[in-house]
């Protein structure tokens, strides 16, 4: 199974973020787009595994309270076959704290994880060819309840993620 731990989002925050894609979208020439229901923001890339349960184990011994989730800027990671186009956090937003003891729980798991510096970002297109500049955008906040383990599976046309258990901060 492929496994990552993310935070989804409610409906109102879905109407910005996805407003923001097809914007994005309407100004490249190439690209990946993800649906609506498929933005989120990853917290760790669990990665392939056998079976979900030393993750799920590891995510029921998180504490950490709820927090507001700031975005404030679109940037893109540069790729040779067309760049990841995000949307980025303010420095200092308590993710990277959530996400740092996230990363130990997992690691007790015996869990292998990715040892690259956490970026926090939504993901708004993949191999994106585009004339756009990075910017600042207008704050977004979004009040974080819970943590999702997802499943990641393909299906015809694109990704299918599903909850497996949700950690309630
Ligand atoms: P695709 O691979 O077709 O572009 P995807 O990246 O959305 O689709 P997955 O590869 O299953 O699907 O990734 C699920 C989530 O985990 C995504 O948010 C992705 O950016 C993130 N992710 C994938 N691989 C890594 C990695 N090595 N390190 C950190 N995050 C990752
Ligand atoms: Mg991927």
């Not at 109102?12 to 914007?23: C, F, M, P």
């Not at 917290?43 to 595994?49: A, D, P, T, Y």
């Not at 309270?65 to 980025?88: A, E, S, Y």
Request: with cysteine; charged share 25%.
């Amino acid at each position: 199974m492929r496994l990552f731990s993310a935070v989804l989002f409610d409906e109102a925050t879905l109407d910005v973020i996805s407003s923001y894609r097809d914007q994005l979208h309407d100004a490249s020439s190439r690209g990946r787009f993800p649906k609506r229901d498929n933005l989120h923001l990853t917290l760790e890339f669990q990665g392939e595994i056998d079976n979900p349960s030393s993750a799920i184990r590891a995510l029921s011994r998180l504490e950490f309270k709820p927090f507001d989730l700031v975005m404030d800027r679109i940037g893109f990671f540069h790729r040779p076959d067309g760049d990841t186009w995000w949307i980025g956090v303010e420095a200092d937003n308590p993710v990277m704290v959530l996400q740092a003891r996230l990363h130990r729980l997992f690691m007790e798991e015996g869990l292998s994880l990715e040892k690259r510096k956490y970026v926090p970002h939504i993901t708004l297109g993949r191999n994106v060819v585009t004339d756009a500049p990075a910017c600042h955008i207008a704050k977004l906040s979004f009040h974080v309840t819970s943590v999702s383990l997802m499943l990641s599976e393909r299906e015809d046309g694109g990704m299918r993620y599903t909850s497996l258990y949700d950690r309630d901060l």
